[in-house]
């Protein structure tokens, strides 16, 4: 063999041994049946290297930076109720480096994640949109999962072989010195490759996360929690109030039917179920100790344009305590701030395209703009029509709940401000002022009833 | 690729490089300040976030703690830059320490408005000269001093390269993969949260060490934006 011949074959292996690096890294997850984490602890099969102990140290003083940015929630009653649900799911699971904490992330998104030190938080927007306790304990045991099997370790060290093939066989595709059959082969390994290594990822990623699905579900089941919280917590997660699940390929995360339908297969059929006025009671206890959550993450997905979301969690609450002035005001809030946009989305407005286009104007226009354009057209007048209808009316029924709630005169001046109704809302604005003269956003009325005054005059 | 074509873009890296990094000192001003409609006597500059990560041939890491020092490097610059232009920066009202919970909570919230504008700004900076970015009055509920006229948002990434990537870098310099510091600077009116000025000035990641050269990449990024003229 010549010594161009050789040296174009070892480069062929190296690049061929390179790509499939990714691949087998992958492997055992699939094929090798892993021992479950609450069979067996996590430590025995897991020792921390420089990189996970570098990997700990920035994710503790990440976990210090969430505190200090004031995104973590904190309310006595409710820190208790996650770490007591959190606890019993952990049992007495010691692991090296982990710290249990059960903490609420101030965030509308409905979603839920894991810190390797044992930080676990919860949004706000997810506990929101939570039917019961079972289904919260079963978002806490997958996160747990995650932590107890070092999913994150794991995957960090796995990530950085494949970034380093990456950048070898990149190197290797750039400077290409040999022609022929064996430089293009080398040359379409390399161009290929990073697709590969998206694949290979996802893919290592989507079994982390069934297999967190399935442990998890086995967890709560352990710690007397209903096993069906699990898939039902999915089921409430698939009503995608705000339109924003994208069957997309780049999703870390297996579909949430699918994680539903194995979930579901893998509960036996003599596990407990909850009966239908069981069910009612768990729902009602679960809603009530979330009510100062809920208000809460309504305010936060108002700030942050998530309208649907915000009407959806103020129904609830309204369907809690009817006669709380408190909660008809969210709803009333909801409702004003909906403005052209329909309370719950059409059939049309869930398919893929529908749902794509409507990230599409997310991403380009602003509030203001997207308000606007919907208010050009006969549906959106209509809908603003219905929701400034049912915010005024909701108002009102707040008002006469609590003639004292200032922050119903201050929405409703709002409203009226929004219908050009200067006089009323000027009216409004003042009550709200001599009724709250030390509330937070006096500035803001003062300001707001001074620019009425003066355009009226 | 064709070796004149590489060598072309090797003499523009080259070009790149030297020109300290092709430092973009884009300035965008709302008309009220073009037309001195409004003078900006004072500011409030709300905490920085500016994300570094370190580069290495086996890809990203955090760098928390420096991306907390390098955000407060980058408040300090741009509250010298602004003291420059006689605009007095009201003291640090945002100190972690001194805010109880409630307090932490308004800042999240209006430092998640503008989070949630920045891509917009970002994409069509241009705008900004159209009075089209409006972080509505809602930045009222900061209830910052009284005598501020604007508040100052932050924003930052860097990409900070080991040895290793650098050497990777080099050898694949047609990726044109380089270690870089972009920071965006709003200047949001206090009372209407309009944005009065954006400005998004890029530069290698050395000026992530050097104070120096951040102080000056900062002062020319807001070079446009006027003096308060002294009464």
Not at chain 1, 11 to 38: D, G
Not at chain 1, 134 to 150: D, G
Not at chain 2, 109 to 116: K, L, M
Not at chain 2, 131 to 141: C, H, I, K, P
Request: with cysteine.
């Amino acid at each position: 063999m010549s010594f161009k011949r050789s040296g174009q074959v070892f480069l062929l292996t190296l690049c061929l041994f390179l790509t499939s690096l990714p691949i087998s890294a992958r492997a055992p997850s699939v094929t090798t049946p892993k021992p479950s984490s609450f069979e067996q602890p996590a430590d025995e099969k897991f020792e921390f290297g420089k990189v996970d102990q570098d990997l700990l140290s920035e994710i503790k003083l990440l976990d210090e930076r969430f505190e200090k940015e004031g995104v973590v929630f904190h309310e006595t009653n409710l820190d208790a109720y996650l770490n007591r649900v959190g606890t019993a799911v952990v049992a007495d699971k010691k692991l090296e480096n982990v710290e249990w904490k059960f903490r609420a992330l101030r965030d509308p998104v409905p979603n839920a994640f894991a810190l390797p030190n044992g930080s676990i938080y919860i949004n706000t927007g997810l506990l929101a949109l939570l039917d019961d306790e079972n289904q919260l304990a079963a978002v806490i045991a997958h996160e747990i999962t995650h932590v107890s099997e070092r999913h994150t370790y794991l995957r960090n060290r796995s990530l950085r072989k494949m970034m380093l093939a990456l950048n070898i066989i990149n190197t290797i595709g750039n400077w290409n010195p040999i022609g022929g059959p064996a430089g293009l082969a080398i040359s379409l390994i390399a161009s290929v490759s990073p697709f590969m290594l998206a694949i290979s990822v996802l893919g290592y990623s989507r079994e982390q996360e069934k297999e967190a699905d399935l442990e998890g579900l086995k967890a709560a089941a352990a710690a007397g929690f209903v096993a069906d919280g699990m898939p039902n917590s999915f089921k409430a997660m698939q009503r995608d109030v705000e339109g924003e699940q994208l069957n997309s390929f780049y999703s870390d995360h297996p579909k949430l039917q699918e994680r539903v339908n194995y979930t579901s297969s893998s509960i036996s059929a003599d596990a407990r179920k909850l009966t239908e006025e069981e069910a009612k009671t768990a729902k009602g206890d679960y809603l009530a100790v979330m009510e100062l959550v809920d208000r809460h993450d309504v305010e936060l997905a108002i700030n942050e344009g998530r309208f649907r979301s915000a009407v959806f969690v103020s129904q609830k609450l309204v369907s809690l305590h009817p006669d709380s002035s408190e909660n008809v005001f969210y709803l009333a809030e909801s409702y004003r701030t909906l403005g052209p946009r329909n309370a719950e989305l059409t059939d049309q407005q869930r398919t893929s395209g529908a749902k794509k286009k409507a990230a599409k104007t997310r991403s380009k226009r602003t509030l203001e703009e997207q308000d606007a354009e919907l208010l050009k057209t006969p549906a959106g007048q209509e809908a603003w029509k219905t929701n400034s209808e049912k915010s005024e009316t909701l108002f009102l029924r707040a008002l006469e709940l609590n003639r004292f709630n200032a922050s119903a005169h201050r929405g409703l001046g709002m409203l009226y401000e929004r219908l050009n109704r200067k006089q009323d809302a000027a009216g409004e604005y003042a009550k709200y002022l001599e009724l709250a003269p030390n509330a937070i956003d006096t500035e803001r009325v003062r300001r707001r009833l001074a620019v009425l005054r003066e355009s009226m005059n | 690729m064709k070796l004149c074509v590489r060598f072309g873009f090797f003499i523009l890296c080259c070009a790149f490089v030297h020109y300290g990094v092709a430092r973009v000192e884009a300035q965008y001003l709302h008309p009220k300040i073009v037309e001195k409609k409004v003078t900006i006597h004072s500011a409030t500059i709300l905490p920085a976030k500016v994300e570094i990560v370190k580069e290495s041939a086996k890809g990203s890491e955090m760098m928390v703690a420096e991306s907390a020092n390098i955000s407060s490097s980058v408040m300090e610059a741009v509250g010298s830059a602004l003291q420059q232009k006689k605009i007095s920066v009201v003291a640090n009202q945002f100190e972690p320490a001194s805010m109880d919970d409630s307090r932490k909570y308004q800042l999240a919230d209006i430092q998640t408005r503008y989070d949630a504008l920045l891509p917009k700004l970002v994409d069509k900076s241009k705008d900004v000269k159209k009075a089209r970015f409006t972080l509505g009055d809602e930045v009222m509920l900061l209830n910052v001093h009284k005598d501020a006229d604007v508040l100052v948002f932050i924003r930052g990434q860097g990409r900070m390269f080991t040895k290793g990537k650098t050497a990777f870098s080099i050898i694949n310099i047609f990726d044109l993969d380089f270690p870089f510091a972009t920071i965006t600077v709003g200047i949001v009116d206090a009372r209407s949260g309009e944005v009065l000025a954006f400005t998004k000035p890029m530069s290698a990641s050395k000026v992530l060490k050097d104070k120096k050269a951040l102080n000056k990449m900062i002062e020319k990024s807001l070079k446009k934006l006027p003096a308060t003229p002294i009464p």
